[in-house]
């Protein structure tokens, strides 16, 4: 058998063909989602991206959150990003629609950007039985309705009760001690939709899935939990198959990159939770 080596010039025209996949958060809850991608996906290279030093996101303004968002979209596609997962609900629900109307088809029309909210009540709408979904999200989010506009699209018959969860993401980062007051705020936030009979609850917050076997045990058997580290990998494997032209392009080492714009002792050590392994983590400015 005769081995073709490929000239230099095209061995680099190559390589810089290839390319890898953005995930970004405000913080480092979309570690989660990360961790979910890579398990189904673990073949491609990634960049992660954490903007630490403006997070949180669920109590800012749609307009700052949008400025943030294309920010941070603009820093993967300088880094041989084609294709970028928004995994933060706030911006998801704020900022995507616009970015994939208005923006990409203006400066970037041959890259994509993709969120979690989609996908989420996607799958909450298959899942649910009697069709009323509750959401517990931030704020910012909750006030977006986002989620309620994508579950009515596929189904106007449904009904969507939503709570708002402020609390939850300080007692996630801050690693809260005390299960006895974590479960009351819990109940707290959940009991109004139980008592909305729900059958189906999405988690729309990257910080809850780490919270959800203490929201199951809460909601009980009977209810669903919709957690978009699980859903969004799968959906995002079926996205790819669905498109060669971008899967092709995907380099293939299995290598994660990790940054974030304040690099903190808990951003290491809440990142490293999140992702379920040491993560090594490098600090960037955008702008």
Do not use: W
């Amino acid at each position: 058998m005769q081995v073709r080596f490929l000239p230099r010039a095209q061995q680099m025209k190559n390589l810089k063909k290839t390319k890898k996949i953005g995930v970004f958060d405000s913080g480092f809850g979309g570690l989660d989602i990360l961790r979910g991608i890579v398990k189904e996906n673990k073949e491609y290279d990634y960049i992660y991206l954490g903007d630490t030093a403006r997070s949180p996101y669920g109590t800012r303004s749609q307009e700052i959150i949008y400025k943030f968002t294309v920010e941070a979209i603009n820093f993967f596609f300088k880094n041989n990003c084609d294709l970028v997962i928004i995994a933060c609900n706030t911006a998801s629900a704020e900022a995507l629609r616009t970015i994939q109307e208005k923006y990409l088809p203006k400066y970037y029309p041959n890259k994509k950007v993709l969120g979690v909210v989609v996908p989420a009540t996607e799958e909450a709408v298959l899942k649910t039985r009697n069709k009323r979904i509750g959401v517990i999200a931030t704020s910012s989010t909750v006030r977006s309705e986002k989620f309620i506009r994508e579950i009515k699209k596929s189904d106007p018959s449904i009904k969507v009760f939503q709570q708002a969860c402020p609390l939850l993401v300080p007692i996630v980062e801050e690693g809260v001690k005390n299960q006895e007051a974590i479960n009351l705020i819990l109940k707290d936030y959940i009991n109004p939709l139980i008592k909305n009979k729900i059958d189906t609850l999405i988690l729309g917050c990257t910080h809850y899935g780490l919270l959800k076997n203490k929201i199951k045990k809460i909601v009980g058997k009977d209810v669903t939990i919709i957690s978009e580290s699980s859903v969004v990998s799968k959906r995002l494997k079926i996205y790819l198959q669905k498109h060669k032209e971008i899967e092709q392009k995907l380099k293939k080492t299995g290598t994660v990159i990790f940054y974030s714009t304040d690099l903190t002792d808990k951003f290491k050590k809440l990142g490293s939770i999140f992702f379920g392994k040491k993560i090594d983590v490098k600090k960037i400015t955008i702008n």
